[in-house]
């Protein structure tokens, strides 16, 4: 199993950055597919981004392509999300979620654990 916890999240300006980090428990954090999803309120949690096992692949919802980038670090278990260029709609609950699909994951059911989630609020 795979205990996720997100940090990271604040009050940012639009147009500002913020960085978020994901730490996971578990010897097996390689083995996961992570990705990055979000919660405004009244809304439906969507898929931000994802990344494959060993960091080479990454994909992305098309609304925050060429502003945020998703990395990971296997030895340090962690998975982080670098948001630039921040908009008033990216405010949200931001979570961690750790799959094991060997594709590309942006279905929330296809995920196995998820984090608590960290606010990110983007003021005008």
């Known amino acids: 199993q795979v205990q996720l916890v997100e940090s990271g999240g604040g009050l940012v300006q639009a147009g500002g950055s913020l960085r978020l980090s994901c730490a996971a428990s578990?010897?097996?954090?390689?083995?996961?597919?992570m990705g990055w999803f979000r919660q405004a309120p009244g809304k439906d949690r969507e898929f931000v981004a994802g990344i494959s096992r060993n960091g080479s692949g990454r994909y992305y919802e098309d609304s925050v392509k060429g502003r945020f980038t998703i990395s990971r670090d296997n030895a340090k278990n962690t998975v982080s999300l670098q948001m630039n260029s921040l908009k008033t709609e990216d405010t949200a609950v931001y979570y961690c979620a750790a799959t094991g699909r060997t594709i590309r994951a942006m279905r929330s059911d296809f995920y196995d654990y998820w984090g608590q989630g960290t606010q990110v609020t983007v003021s005008s």
């Open positions: 578990g010897r097996t954090f390689s083995a996961y597919g």
